[in-house]
């Protein structure tokens, strides 16, 4: 993989995987564009070099959301810290229906991304779903603090983001103020529920991505990793700021951009 290609997937990878525009629609689409994304033994490769850009997203939230990771670590001592254990149930209740879904279908989520113009057609239902809070739940956008009810719905909500060009971050924030959360909470849940989702998959490529580290590519994953970082901190800023505006349907005119652009270039290809 040349290093260029590794560093520009790796900017992209970081922005749209938080702004709610899907990384995994836009990297696959890039990937598609660039000449990337293979068959067969080249496929196991894109794979694993999403899950290392994957990594690099995962520590900028550990990095930004430092100081309320430390105090939910801390509530497993601390009996008064009754909030926080709260927390950590729900955000274990919220990651059950991606896990089962993920695991019922993985072949069909994991051969989406070899279909560019399935890509362009889900970034057009992203771009109605950033729609909706502006339609349906403007009244109650500030009106509730975070509860159960939010969790459960955030987590089905993260369940259909497997499929590229669905945006985790976009369904799930949405599925949070639709049911009457307060934008601030639902947005730190939805970059939260990110963790233990990006853990997992993790854990179950870890010997796919020692090989990777090991071999010719490892400057490039590096490099790639070091990309996402540095613009997946710039994203969460901006996705925070920008729901405090109350601006989050831009995102979704820019999505219906991107998905017929998509759809029209490679349906004539």
């Known amino acids: 993989m040349e290093i260029w290609k ?3 997937v790796g900017i992209v990878q970081g922005l749209s995987e938080f702004l709610p525009v899907s990384s995994s629609g836009h990297i696959a689409l890039l990937q598609h564009a660039l000449g990337m994304r293979e068959a067969g033994e080249g496929a196991q490769q894109d794979i694993t070099f999403e899950l290392v850009l994957h990594l690099g997203t995962f520590l900028s939230v550990v990095i930004y959301f ?5 105090g939910l670590l801390l509530c497993l001592w601390q009996k008064e810290r009754k909030e926080d254990r709260t927390m950590i149930l729900w955000l274990v209740m919220a990651t059950v229906p991606a896990t089962v879904a993920f695991f019922s279908a993985r072949d069909l ?62 369904a799930t ?20 529920m990110f963790l233990p989702a ?14 990777v580290m090991q071999g010719e590519a490892a400057a490039a994953y590096l490099l790639g990793f070091m990309a996402a970082f540095v613009s997946g901190l710039f ?15 831009y995102f979704g005119y820019y999505c ?14």
Do not use: H
């Not at 599925?175 to 939260?192: C, P, Q, V, Y």
């Not at 997992?200 to 020692?210: D, I, W």
């Not at 994203?235 to 349907?249: M, P, R």
């Not at 029209?264 to 290809?269: A, E, L, Q, S, V």
């Open 6 to 8: 590794a560093i520009l």
């Open 66 to 70: 430092r100081r309320r990771l430390a």
């Open 109 to 170: 989520f994991e051969g989406a991304y070899d279909n560019p113009i399935l890509v362009g057609g889900c970034l057009l239902v992203t771009g109605v779903i950033l729609l909706l809070p502006k339609l349906f739940a403007r009244e109650s956008r500030e009106s509730r603090e975070f509860g159960m009810r939010q969790a459960i719905w955030m987590g089905v909500a993260q369940s259909l983001a497997i499929l590229p060009g669905i945006s985790r971050s976009g």
């Open 173 to 192: 924030i949405t599925a949070g103020l639709l049911a009457g959360g307060k934008a601030s909470k639902a947005a730190e849940f939805s970059f939260l």
């Open 198 to 211: 990006i853990g997992g998959g993790t854990l179950l490529k870890l010997r796919e991505l020692k090989d």
């Open 235 to 249: 994203a969460v800023y901006l996705v925070l700021k920008t729901i405090q505006k109350g601006k989050f349907e």
């Open 256 to 269: 219906f951009l991107v998905g017929v652009v998509a759809m029209i270039y490679f349906g004539t290809r």
